[in-house]
């Protein structure tokens, strides 16, 4: 059995400080793949540091919603800085990018979307998927992603609705879990879980964030994407290897650029 942990923060000093036995504890959990994400600009290059010396991990270039207001955000700068990244060997997509509406402290919803829109204007004839943070912003988001013709994607760490998995899987876009389903309160987005189509789904832990059950309470890391995996498995009524086997080829699906990783499961 093969896992892809489809969104995590590698470059956290709760992960970072001890990534060696992190991967190690990630392997004997069956999770093979890992797609590191990034939050600004600052932490693209130590994404790439770990990717390339890591076996089985790519990463991605991006601007966090809530990072939107950092130093040397405008739009050009953000430019100059992921086009000098996007063509290496482990990019493999373009986030984390978005809004967050849920914070009274984040930055102004203007500024947001002005950082969001100028990130998809520059990208716009580079040959990679999203990754889409959308929390708390669902008509705004839908509205700039469908001006901006985008193609592929995915909406990391689903918490929305029914209503707009279903627009977003009605544009072809992809939805991913993360320990949220494991809580004891998220009946309704085990739900959503159910209905989403299974060429369509995908399992991240998003961490040292969104914990599973039964580790709530402790920094999240890339081996427990098995339990999120075990909890989606017990809601589709599937086996674990199912959920497994669709996760994993979904995710080359939609980071056609990251089966280089393939080859290198193989050298292991």
């Known amino acids: 059995?093969?896992?892809?942990?489809?969104?995590?923060?590698?470059?956290?000093?709760?992960?970072?400080?001890?990534?060696?036995?992190?991967?190690?504890l990630a392997k004997l959990a069956d999770v093979r793949y890992l797609l590191s994400v990034s939050t600004d600009l600052g932490t693209i290059e130590k994404n790439l540091e770990i990717s390339s010396k890591y076996k089985g991990i790519?990463?991605?270039?991006?601007?966090?919603?809530?990072?939107?207001?950092?130093?040397?955000?405008?739009?050009?700068?953000?430019?100059?800085?992921?086009?000098?990244?996007?063509?290496?060997?482990?990019?493999?997509?373009?986030g984390e990018v978005g809004l967050d509406y849920h914070y009274d402290d984040a930055p102004s919803k203007s500024?947001?979307?002005?950082?969001?829109?100028?990130m998809l204007s520059f990208s716009r004839?580079?040959?990679?998927?999203?990754?889409?943070?959308?929390?708390?912003c669902f008509p705004d988001i839908f509205d700039i992603i469908s001006r901006s013709n985008v193609k592929s994607g995915v909406f990391h760490c689903y918490t929305g609705s029914i209503e707009d998995a279903k627009r977003i899987i009605d544009k072809g876009?992809?939805?991913?879990?993360?320990?949220?389903i494991t809580f004891s309160k998220s009946h309704e987005l085990r739900e959503i879980a159910k209905y989403v189509p299974a060429d369509r789904v995908l399992i991240e832990t998003d961490c040292p964030y969104l914990t599973p059950v039964p580790y709530r309470g402790k920094p999240n890391e890339p081996a427990y994407v098995s339990l999120v995996a075990e909890c989606l498995a017990k809601t589709r009524e599937v086996s674990?290897?199912?959920?497994?086997?669709?996760?994993?080829?979904n995710f080359f699906n939609l980071f056609p650029k990251a089966r280089f990783l393939l080859e290198e499961s193989d050298e292991k």
Do not use: W
């Open 1 to 24: 059995m093969k896992l892809v942990d489809s969104h995590c923060h590698l470059f956290f000093d709760e992960i970072y400080q001890k990534l060696d036995e992190k991967l190690r």
């Open 58 to 94: 790519c990463c991605s270039v991006g601007v966090h919603p809530l990072h939107s207001e950092d130093d040397n955000s405008d739009g050009d700068h953000i430019a100059s800085v992921m086009l000098g990244f996007i063509e290496h060997d482990k990019v493999v997509a373009i």
């Open 240 to 249: 674990v290897e199912e959920i497994a086997e669709i996760t994993t080829t």
């Open 173 to 180: 876009f992809y939805i991913s879990f993360s320990g949220v």
């Open 125 to 136: 004839d580079v040959d990679l998927p999203y990754i889409f943070h959308a929390r708390e």
């Open 111 to 118: 500024k947001q979307i002005t950082v969001f829109e100028e």
